[in-house]
């Protein structure tokens, strides 16, 4: 299948994925093309030859990204240059790091400010070329309503203003870039990004002179953490105390150690899961700060309109993770670690510290403002903080000795109610497995009236017979949101904000680039994909963890410049030949006018012996049937013969799974045969998503046998050796 033209193109050919550590992630469309009406975005402070910032806005399933070299301003009157750059993959959402030497871009780049967009006037892919783009922005620095608006005699054409709209967050006595330069994620400045782990260490030599060095295994190992609670009373006396408000929010303690990161509550019993899944924003955070082995002690929060926790967001934000919908519910609703105990810093264990020092230190380490911070602590005589909490709301205060240990054993702590109620929501963290399918009406092939509702209700249907041709392989997706008749793309890499039940593996592309992609291993799954729009489900050769070896190998007979009865003949030829050196075949229409005969090869096979049996057979192939079959690659000298396609066997190869759905009129689908059905009454046309369930009902998997082969290939590639020997 030919590669269609992909947004990214340009962003691609600046860049070296060899060289850069930039992402490489391909489309990820929220909505249908051409209706985005809103999306996350982030503003990058990119210190390269000159300094500028970068507004990047979803849109259409890339980020649109504006160089402003001044900045965004909160001045309605300051009209900032910005000039339109490439289209860049949603992944560099995440983005913060030093891009290295020589590289396109060179130099640091932190994340300054995230959030949501709303595009008032109409979908934003109309707006741009109109040259008029109005935003509600909802970010940590930036909020309210901003316009981007094109200038009429800009000489390249990509020349626009950016400009602060008046609403309440109008302020033109506020610098927001000064006051503000610090990175959302890490807390860190553009010029200290490049010195992240020189500040990292200075922060370590002031927690080692503070606390113990120590290797605070309890605190990394799974199941309950051991956090310190309160008890409900009330304190004896109150000076040297400080007082933490109680948050509406989930309770965790946060560790992370180099890359391994966990979020886990006090409540978890013995379970080895944490709840990390759910907030990718705080991991992403966790990781990004100097500090590469940290522990937390604090609350999650989701703040709502007027900047009070809310419960409420943080139940509707995980039911939407679990749901499905984790990159939109992610970016909708943010969620901030407001921490209040810094336990470990570097090799350092701080436990044995006065409450105060580790305080005072954990400010020092955390963003001011970003998705980790550090709870000021409530000051003074109790009986006005209780007061003042009960306004806003606040159930209880916690007491704390400012010189006192963090003790998880006798609960030094102590609980003051203050009378307001406490909120009960009930946050659930379970994922429900469960995959609503979006736009079920939209036609997907439109000659047949079938709609993406009949995609998905496929795959469901199918499942049992698929999902083991699938089990442990990567899985690589062409995805067609606008059904068969419209735009597709190859997706490699996962798109972002999965499901946290959604298995994925490392693995290369066809260029050698690392990607993420899918593992589909249960029917939820597969319904997740078909739910993105991926019509054929393309499989690798190989199974995890060993995908350098090839399980199988696939003779694919392409008739495009022939008939189907020829194939049929090469088959038969083919099963003969197999026969003969010992390998069984298993053949499948290949769901468009073909035939593909998969041959396993059970476990501990390189790609290379996979590729040269292949290939021999091929050979074999062509020289007994001269007058029908070619095995030449260019497609002009083929003549009118079937072409017998050796080459999709490969440590990169995909080819498209039994039982895959193909993007064709009528819907068929590429399906097993038994080998007394590869006869000249053979239509593949017959096998399609209407009919192959009730036929998988009725008959079974023909293929089933692939899985369980463990044939003699060292015996198979000698009997090969010598047919081809006796043929010369
Ligand atoms: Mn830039």
Request: with cysteine; net charge neutral; proline share 8%.
């Amino acid at each position: 299948m030919e590669r269609p033209k992909k947004k990214l193109g340009v962003y691609r050919d600046k860049r070296s994925p060899a060289a850069t550590n930039e992402p490489f992630g391909d489309e990820a469309p929220l909505e249908p093309e051409g209706r985005t009406l809103g999306g996350a975005f982030v503003v990058h402070l990119h210190d390269a030859t000159r300094r500028h910032y970068d507004l990047r806005l979803e849109i259409g399933g890339v980020l649109a990204s504006f160089a402003v070299p001044r900045g965004p301003s909160l001045d309605p009157d300051a009209k900032n240059l910005a000039v339109k750059t490439e289209d860049h993959p949603i992944e560099y959402l995440e983005f913060e790091d030093v891009i290295p030497e020589a590289q396109y871009g060179a130099g640091p780049m932190i994340a300054w400010d995230r959030g949501w967009v709303d595009y008032l006037e109409g979908p934003a892919e109309e707006e741009i070329p109109r040259g008029k783009l109005d935003l509600r922005l909802r970010g940590m620095k930036l909020r309210g309503r901003f316009a981007l608006v094109k200038l009429k005699k800009s000489a390249k054409g990509d020349e626009w203003l950016l400009f602060k709209k008046k609403d309440a967050h109008a302020d033109p006595a506020r610098d927001v870039v000064s006051e503000l330069p610090r990175s959302v994620l890490s807390g860190l400045t553009v010029e200290e990004l490049e010195r992240r782990d020189a500040i990292g260490a200075a922060w370590e030599r002031e927690a080692l002179g503070l606390g113990e060095r120590g290797a605070a295994a309890d605190l990394f190992a799974p199941g309950r953490p051991p956090l310190a609670v309160a008890r409900a009373g009330v304190p004896s006396r109150e000076d040297g105390l400080v007082y933490d408000a109680e948050l509406d929010g989930v309770r965790v303690l946060a560790t992370r150690d180099g890359d391994l990161v966990s979020l886990r509550r006090p409540s978890e019993s013995g379970s080895q899961r944490g709840i990390e899944a759910f907030y990718p924003d705080v991991v992403r955070a966790l990781r990004a700060l100097p500090l590469t082995r940290i522990v937390i002690d604090g609350e999650l929060c989701a703040f709502d309109e007027s900047g009070r926790p809310s419960a409420t967001l943080l139940a509707r934000r995980a039911e939407r993770i679990a749901r499905g919908e984790p990159h939109r519910a992610v970016a909708e609703i943010p969620v901030v670690l407001v921490a209040s105990d810094l336990l470990v810093a570097g090799a350092a264990d701080l436990r044995e510290a006065p409450l105060e020092r580790r305080r005072a230190l954990l400010e020092k380490v955390l963003p001011p403002l970003g998705f980790l911070r550090a709870a000021p602590p409530l000051e003074g005589a109790l009986a006005r903080i209780v007061a003042s909490c009960k306004a806003l709301g606040i159930a209880g205060v916690v007491a704390k000795r400012r010189d006192g240990r963090y003790d998880a054993s006798d609960g030094g702590w102590v609980r003051i109610g203050t009378g307001a109620p406490r909120t009960r929501v009930e946050i659930v963290h379970e994922t429900q497995d469960k995959v609503v399918v979006s736009n079920r009406r939209k036609v997907f092939f439109p000659e047949d009236g079938l709609t993406k509702g009949d995609l998905c209700d496929y795959y469901a249907a199918i499942a049992e017979a698929i999902l083991p041709h699938l089990a442990a392989r990567p899985v690589i997706l062409v995805r067609y949101p606008d059904g068969i008749a419209g735009k597709s793309f190859y997706q490699w890499n996962v798109p972002p904000g999965m499901p946290p039940w959604v298995r994925t593996t490392s693995l290369v592309d066809e260029e050698g680039t690392p990607k993420r992609g899918f593992l589909v291993d249960d029917a939820a799954t597969l319904l997740y994909i078909a739910n993105l729009a991926c019509i054929p489900v393309h499989i690798l050769a190989c199974r995890v963890p060993d995908l350098a070896q090839a399980d199988f190998f696939t003779i694919d007979f392409d008739v495009k410049q022939s008939e189907l009865r020829h194939a049929i003949t090469l088959a038969k030829t083919l099963r003969e030949l197999l026969d003969a050196i010992g390998l069984p075949g298993f053949p499948k229409t290949s769901g468009q006018s073909g035939l593909h005969v998969l041959v396993p090869l059970g476990p501990g096979q390189s790609f290379d012996t996979a590729c040269a049996l292949a290939e021999l057979v091929g050979k074999l192939l062509v020289e007994r049937h001269p007058e029908i079959a070619t095995m030449e690659r260019i497609v002009k000298r083929r003549g009118a013969k079937v072409y017998v396609d050796t080459g999709q066997t490969g440590a990169s190869r995909a080819i498209v799974a039994p039982y895959s759905v193909r993007a064709v009129p009528g819907a068929r689908v590429s399906t097993p045969l038994a080998w007394d059905e590869v006869s000249p009454d053979l239509d593949p046309g017959r096998f399609t998503i209407a009919t192959v369930p009730a036929r998988f009902a009725r008959l079974g998997d023909p293929m089933r046998g692939m899985l369980e082969a463990r044939p003699d290939v060292a015996r198979a590639v000698a009997a090969l050796d010598a047919l081809v020997r006796r043929a010369r």
